[in-house]
């Protein structure tokens, strides 16, 4: 029996469960500080989201569904990282 509640949760989940919930937090993790860079940037700036550009945007909706998919395929090593650079991002919030 294992001690830890977070491996009992893990083992009991199905596999696409457990792959979306990594899919999702993937795409959380990296979206974040994305979108708050952009944000800022358009606040700071006074200007508006068409300013940023179509490149920048298509660029911010594929780097967290690229991100959610790495962490789909690849687990607790891809979150883990992605945490660690939230936190590392230094964002005013």
Do not use: H
Request: net charge negative; with cysteine; aromatic share 8%.
């Amino acid at each position: 029996m294992a001690s830890d509640p977070s491996q009992m949760t893990e083992s009991n989940e199905k596999p696409l469960a457990i792959a979306v919930r990594n899919f999702l937090i993937g795409v959380f993790l990296s979206g974040i500080p994305i979108l708050a860079c952009l944000w800022l940037s358009v606040d700071m700036t006074y200007g508006s989201w068409a300013a940023v550009g179509t490149g920048r945007l298509i660029g911010a909706i594929l780097v967290p569904l690229i991100c959610g998919i790495l962490a789909a395929a690849l687990g607790r090593k891809v979150i883990d990282f992605l945490s660690v650079a939230a936190e590392g991002a230094q964002l005013p919030f």
